[in-house]
Structure formats: structure tokens, C-alpha cells
């Protein structure tokens, strides 16, 4: 079998990949090795639009993620996925924490998120009459989206333009060829099948780092090693619907590898806690929350949440993280996009540590691999 482009991967960036190529007139093949899409981190995570606040100015994590913001909710509203503009509050429960709600608010506009702006106290009171806090920002933009339906709509997209979407196949090896790469795989019957294609795009999430790995890439010296880092949800009570209406983060503490305990909504009116930050000693995935964690969560919820009770939560889902390990902890891993001529792969991207916001990210991921690989123009609605 010949294609243009192989996606290794279809969580939600390798189907945005799939998708864009097939717009750009590429035959394009994508392996994905369970039954259907999305089964690992597009499926396990908070299904927030985020706008882009807190990254560093400059990082492909900041200018994809205001500019993904925008274009997601383009797709969507074209494209017929739920996806609301809930707004987001960040709250400070000290002065300390007040001062920086400055350096976020700065940040935010650096990066671009201009509607991120103080609320006045009466203003977080009116709109959320349970959040204790000092300070409050007001980021808009923030919002939910059906991050199945957004696959997908993805998927049909790619589809539609005869993209071949490979469920249960799983991508084994690719070896180097005069034009381009000889990928094997195996199918859902456990027979072995090769595609040649010139262009392979490594969209592998939590395995990103063992597939550039075989191909000699020294993924220690690249910083491509992942770490796996779990994140655990709690749901509150149903009797909590209705009483929580935006998205509510504290202020993050620095050292701290996520957010803090928030708030967040799904489409449904269903309210979560979470996710928490766990770092996994091995490479399982495992997916159990453990009710043990529940003081914690409630601890810090109730910093701003101080009517929550640990009685009315309940374990949920949990996710798992795919986080850059760099020589510098105290560095915040950036994506990395990396096309690898220099490294002797002409044709081969390396999509590695796609952690959050990776889904508010999807398309703008995907235009710039087109880009690197040789595409034109952008994704259109
Ligand atoms: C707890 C948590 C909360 C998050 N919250 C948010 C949020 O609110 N907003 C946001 O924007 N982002 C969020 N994210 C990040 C977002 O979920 C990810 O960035 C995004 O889902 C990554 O998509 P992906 O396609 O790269 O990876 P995945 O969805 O993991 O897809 C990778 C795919 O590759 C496949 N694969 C791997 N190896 C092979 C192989 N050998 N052969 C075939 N297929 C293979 C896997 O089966 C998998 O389906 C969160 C993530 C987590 C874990």
C-alpha cells in the first residue's frame, strides 16, 4: 500500500492531522491501535477551551492556544459541536495570592488574551454566590467543549476527504526509503501490513516518545522522554448542578505541576473537581481513582469552596499526562513540533509532550504539521 502521509495516533491531534492533510489533497492513512479514536488522553481530560493565560509568552503552548481558542469554537459552531463560553474566574484567597493574579493578568496579555480582565468582588458574588475569594480574574473566552463530538466531527472531516482511518491497527516500526518510510503495522486480526509513505507524522501521545525512539533519535539528549502524570477527577453530588456556572481555578502555586484543585462543568450541568497531579513510577495505564485522595481535593477546594463536603464527592475519571522530562525541572516543558530533516529523517514530525491545553491546541497543531510537511494554506471551518 502507498500514501502521501501516515498519522501514527488518533487521539484528537493525530485525527486534526489527518484531517488537514486529507483537506490539502494528501492521501493520508492514520493508525490507530484501538477500536475506535480518542480512547487515551482526548477522552480523559477536562474538555476546557482554554485561552491561553498562563503559559509562557512566546511558547507554542500560548500562541496555540489563544489562537486555537478561536478557531475551535470556529469549527465547532461550522461543524455543529457543543461547545459553550461558560467564562472562567480565577480567584486569590490572600493578598499574596491577589499580587499574583497581577503577574497572571499580565501574562494573559502578553500572550494575547485581551478579554481576561479584574472582576470586582460583587461582580464574582453575583455570578458565583459559594466562591469565597479576595481578588478575581475574569477570562471569557474560557469555555467546554464536547471533545467526543469534536473528534468526531474530525473524523468525518478526514473521512470525507478519503482519508483512510485505520481502527485497531497498530503501528509496530518505519524504516528509511529513498522516498520516504517503509511503516509497518498490525491488524485488528494480528496479521502485519506495510504502507510506504513520504510523510509520517508521530501523533502517539503517551507512546510519542518510544515511537521517535525507534527511530534512532536519542530522545534523552532531544528532551522527548515523556513522564507519565496522572490526573484524577471528582464528581460533586447531582444536588450541586446548576449552583456553580463558570469554570473556577484558584490561584496556581509556583512549584505546582498543575493548576490546583478546580471547578469545572461539563455539558451536561455535571460539576467535577479536578484534576490533581500525581506522578506515575512506571508506564501503566491506570485509570482508578482512588478515593483516598478525597481529603485533598477537598482541602483545596474549600479554600474558595467552603461549602464543599467530602461526603458529596465522588470518584470520576482520571487521565494521564504526557510531560517533557527536562534537565531543569523548574523549566515548564513546551510542546514540541519538530519536522526531523536535520536528523536525518526528512519527512518525519515528531508531535512529543502534547499535554493540556493539546485539546484547545488540535488545530493549530495540525496546520503547523501541514506547514512542515510541505502543505498549503490553512484549516478552513
Ligand atoms: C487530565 C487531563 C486534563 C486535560 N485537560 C485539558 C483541557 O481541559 N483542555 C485542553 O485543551 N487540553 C487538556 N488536556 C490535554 C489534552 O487532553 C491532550 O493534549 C490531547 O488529548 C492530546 O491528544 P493526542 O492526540 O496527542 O493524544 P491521545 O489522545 O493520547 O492520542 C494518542 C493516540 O495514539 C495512539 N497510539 C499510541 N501508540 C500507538 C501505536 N503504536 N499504534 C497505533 N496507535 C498508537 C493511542 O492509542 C492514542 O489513541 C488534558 C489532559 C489530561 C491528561
Known amino acids: 500500500m502507498r500514501s502521501d ?68 469554537y470556529a469549527w465547532c459552531a461550522a461543524n455543529g459541536v457543543e461547545a459553550r463560553r461558560l467564562g472562567k474566574f480565577i480567584v486569590a484567597v490572600s493578598a499574596d495570592e491577589d499580587a499574583v493574579l497581577d503577574d497572571i493578568h499580565r501574562r494573559g496579555h502578553a500572550n494575547g488574551v485581551t478579554a481576561l480582565r479584574r472582576a470586582t468582588l460583587d461582580e464574582l458574588r453575583e455570578a458565583e454566590p459559594l466562591v469565597r475569594a479576595v481578588g478575581a480574574l475574569y477570562s471569557p473566552d474560557t469555555g467546554i467543549v464536547d471533545s467526543h463530538g469534536f473528534m468526531r ?77 496522572k490526573g484524577s477527577y471528582l464528581r460533586l453530588a447531582d444536588s450541586w448542578r446548576g449552583r456553580i456556572r463558570h469554570l473556577v481555578y484558584p490561584v ?21 473537581l479536578g484534576p490533581d497531579v500525581e506522578f506515575l513510577p512506571d508506564r501503566r495505564l491506570d485509570y482508578s481513582v482512588d478515593p483516598g485522595r478525597t481529603e485533598r481535593f477537598v482541602e483545596g477546594a474549600r479554600r474558595y469552596l467552603p461549602s464543599v463536603a467530602a461526603e458529596e464527592l465522588h470518584p470520576d475519571l482520571a487521565g494521564i499526562r504526557a510531560r517533557r522530562i527536562l534537565p531543569d525541572p523548574a523549566v515548564s516543558p513546551d510542546f514540541v513540533i519538530a519536522e526531523e530533516s536535520a536528523r536525518g529523517l526528512p519527512g518525519w514530525v515528531n508531535l512529543i509532550g502534547i499535554e493540556s491545553p493539546g485539546l484547545t491546541s488540535a488545530l493549530e497543531i495540525a496546520d503547523r504539521v501541514a506547514a512542515l510537511a510541505g502543505g498549503p494554506g490553512r484549516h478552513a471551518a
Open 5 to 72: 502521509a501516515v498519522v501514527v495516533g488518533g487521539g484528537v491531534v493525530g485525527l486534526a492531522v489527518a484531517m488537514r492533510l486529507a483537506r490539502g489533497g494528501r492521501s493520508v492513512v492514520l493508525l490507530e491501535r484501538h477500536p475506535s479514536f480518542g480512547r487515551e488522553a482526548s477522552s480523559r481530560n477536562s474538555e476546557v477551551v482554554h485561552a491561553g493565560i498562563y503559559y509562557p509568552t512566546g511558547s507554542l503552548k500560548a500562541t496555540f492556544s489563544v489562537a486555537g481558542n478561536r478557531s475551535l
Open 252 to 272: 496556581p502555586h509556583a512549584g505546582l505541576a498543575g493548576l490546583g484543585t478546580h471547578v469545572t462543568i461539563d455539558l451536561s450541568g455535571g460539576i467535577r
Open 153 to 229: 466531527s474530525l473524523a468525518d472531516a478526514a473521512a470525507d476527504d478519503d482519508a483512510v482511518l485505520a481502527w485497531g491497527h497498530e503501528y509496530l516500526a518505519a524504516e528509511p526509503t529513498p522516498r520516504g518510510y517503509r511503516v509497518r503495522f498490525r491488524d485488528p486480526a494480528g496479521a502485519d501490513g506495510e504502507v510506504q509513505a513520504g510523510v509520517v507524522v508521530n501523533a502517539a501521545g503517551l507512546a510519542a516518545d518510544q515511537v521517535a525512539g525507534g527511530m534512532g533519535l536519542d530522545i534523552d539528549a532531544l528532551g522527548y522522554r515523556l513522564r507519565y502524570v
